[in-house]
């Protein structure tokens, strides 16, 4: 999916929720900018005018000018309200937990318990996040859409590319060529997202049943070599 706004023209949306903005619908006339009147209804237009730009440009090629503008309000409401891109994101496909807070918390310094490794402490910090039902819902709902819209499945892409895995690869050890720490993030989330499927959408039996500390037990140290030890 290109960065370019322009690339995503015509492309109907592929996300819940989302639907074509105002002035492609035919006979819509785009509304001044401005503060409308209440903020819930401010709030709710640039939330509802986000999830038709993130549908139909993805996470790289949607702009804050661009939702504004499609929601009929200044840029700088949109800070206001919501702060980053990221933050509007969130908010507009219902995350309850800002991913980048999420990640934070898992990497954070010396947050490990005692004799537990990274890579247990980061699994152990997901499936504590997957434990709250609203979390889970929201985060297997944009898995599902993925699995099934190419759309989808680049907007979650970028997003999580940007959020998540970039940060993920500057806690990772250096490698050899191929082995770097985009390299070694990818490896994480591919087992971490195949780890969701297996427990929340397959429901794969004992890995369905299993206790968080026993996964993270099990599943941790491979993390942590993805992280930091031989991959190659």
Not at 61 to 83: K, N
Not at 205 to 232: F, S
Request: hydrophobic share 45%; no cysteine; net charge neutral.
């Amino acid at each position: 999916m290109s960065g370019r706004e322009g690339a995503g023209a015509g492309r109907s949306a592929g996300v819940a929720g989302v639907t074509e903005p105002a002035d492609r619908r035919g006979g819509g006339r785009r509304r001044r900018s401005g503060r409308r009147g209440g903020d819930s209804g401010t709030r709710e237009a640039i939330l509802a005018a986000a999830r038709t730009r993130f549908g139909d440009y993805g996470y790289d090629g949607a702009t804050i000018r661009g939702i504004a503008a499609d929601a009929g309000v200044d840029a700088a409401l949109v800070h206001h309200f919501f702060g980053t891109k990221e933050r509007l994101f969130a908010a507009a496909m219902r995350l309850p937990v800002l991913p980048s807070e999420l990640v934070a918390a898992a990497l954070a310094a010396g947050a490990e318990e005692p004799g537990q490794s990274l890579g247990e402490h980061m699994l152990r910090t997901v499936l504590g996040a997957w434990d709250v039902a609203e979390m889970r819902a929201t985060f297997l709902g944009l898995l599902r859409s993925a699995m099934t819209s190419e759309q989808a499945a680049g907007m979650l892409r970028e997003f999580a590319t940007e959020t998540i895995l970039g940060r993920i690869a500057e806690v990772a050890a250096p490698g050899p060529p191929g082995a770097d720490g985009q390299f070694r993030a990818a490896l994480v989330a591919s087992q971490v997202l195949g780890l969701a499927l297996a427990r929340y959408v397959l429901k794969i039996d004992p890995i369905a049943e299993a206790g968080a500390d026993d996964l993270a037990a099990a599943i941790g140290p491979t993390i942590e070599r993805y992280l930091t030890g031989e991959i190659r």
